[in-house]
């Protein structure tokens, strides 16, 4: 008999992310927050919704969790109707949210007390990744519950890792967000630039992305953002959710981020100018007001 | 009979270069304002050197030059023996420097005068790329003489593009730089955050840089930041000339440059740390004191 799992959260990237599991043969009951995302899921894949996170996640082998921020993941493992109220001892709560460390390690603990082993395990990749079932996942927790959780999230991921100890995970996705905040800045810094001095924005950026200034964000976001268009990809206001994790986490430990502390105010901008669901390569619309 | 080539600049990128030129069968003449690396380099790959720029300049077909800065560039070109005042009608100088738009402008104006085509061609791929014969060049100015040095550009370059008018290469360069800045800062952030938040960098960089925060700087740099060498690069000093240039640019035409303008500092501040001449990757050294 297949494993039990289930998917909570049903967003832009838990959907295809729970499709994926079903598709991979493990028997999935899903909840979502509007019931009606997850009656579309269960039409779409099969499998069962549930009415509360408790709910979806009883008798489960493997709860899986993909919501907006720390407060939603408090809600749905810790809640009087969350996860954890159910889960049998042994199992195992994975969260995919991308979430400070310091709930991590909160859930963790009162997970541990219950006998349930928790991996927090935040994602890179994006909605494509999510629907192409080829996400990296960063995570943090032990070892053991680790190995018997991986095989279920290469369901839809190309790399899972652990990291270290609970938070490690997240505390690496804020790595991955410090590295590319200041690089997306310098893109819109040197689009912007190139326009000005009237070059042809498109001619520079296609030689230039072929020698040491290529990076993912130029291959992938050059175009749109010389035309403008940002509707497409990892919005504003989910960035700035990252960014104060990571600057609050930085005050605490000592770290210094001064990129990224003036990015995030650049972004501040961004949601000022009414730019909340842009996405991030919008920091270019502030460089041409 | 094949084209006559002067190559002016024998340093660690255009020593490399004019020896491309040698193995491709042009017949080279070089000059070097310390004169015992224009006689090593002449031991190395035959060819013969000259005792000032407009000798070595003489009757060719192609001056290419490679120096340090706007004033060498100047001296080299512009001034009582530099090249100008010694290649013939319809010969094309051909400027490999990272200088300023101005002065390209400048010398293709004062080349035009004497009919003497000018193409400022700044390179990317640093000294590994003039050693494997694989730069970027950059191109500003008229496309019929371009079209005539790009076979000989060939020699030592996997792409050379023409972007625009006199000065468009040293421009497309900054655009480079500018984009390449706020990485490099980044890419120190995120190290210094995750070293201090007790992570093992090596171990998180490994599983990023397979993801959206993927560059260049991250995949060659990484090591060598966490380990603290920066002695293999391009150096802090070479990369202040530039963002002093792009800095001021952007001054003239209107641009705005917030972060490239922050890490210029940042370098400040790592030149007072007696890091000239470390590699730019070096920004991490202020992060960690």
């Not at 080829?134 to 053991?144: I, N, P, Q, R, Y």
């Not at 519950?145 to 270290?164: C, E, H």
């Not at 326009?195 to 291959?219: C, F, H, R, T, Y």
Request: net charge neutral; glycine share 12%.
């Amino acid at each position: 008999m297949s494993a039990r799992v289930a998917f909570v959260g049903l967003g832009v990237m838990g959907f295809p992310m729970a499709g994926h599991l079903k598709a991979k043969g493990y028997d999935v009951t899903v909840y979502n927050r509007t019931a009606a995302k997850a009656e579309e899921w269960v039409k779409k894949h099969g499998g069962k919704s549930a009415p509360t996170p408790a709910a979806a996640a009883r008798d489960m082998d493997f709860v899986m969790t993909m919501v907006g921020n720390d407060d939603d993941v408090l809600a749905v493992t810790t809640g009087s109707d969350g996860v954890l109220a159910a889960m049998a001892k042994g199992a195992i709560l994975v969260d995919h949210t991308t979430a400070s460390a310091d709930v991590a390690r909160k859930v963790f603990g009162l997970a541990k007390d219950k006998g349930i082993a928790f991996i927090d395990a935040p994602v890179s990749g994006g909605q494509a990744g999510a629907e192409n079932g080829k996400l990296t996942v960063m995570c943090g927790g032990e070892s053991a519950p680790f190995d018997r959780a991986k095989p279920v999230m290469d369901s839809y991921a190309r790399a899972v890792t652990l990291l270290g100890a609970a938070g490690a995970g997240q505390l690496t996705k804020m790595v991955n967000q410090v590295c590319i905040a200041g690089r997306v800045q310098g893109l819109a810094e040197g689009i912007a630039f190139a326009e000005k001095a009237g070059l042809d924005a498109d001619l520079v950026l296609d030689v230039i992305s072929k020698g040491a200034a290529q990076s993912w964000q130029m291959e992938n976001r050059w175009k749109t953002m010389t035309e403008g268009h940002f509707t497409h990809g990892f919005a504003v206001n989910w960035m700035r959710k990252d960014l104060s994790i990571c600057l609050e986490t930085a005050r605490a430990n000592g770290a210094h981020l001064p990129v990224a502390a003036l990015v995030d105010q650049f972004y501040s901008e961004i949601q000022a100018m009414g730019g909340q669901r842009w996405d991030t390569s919008s920091l270019i619309a502030r460089l041409e007001r």
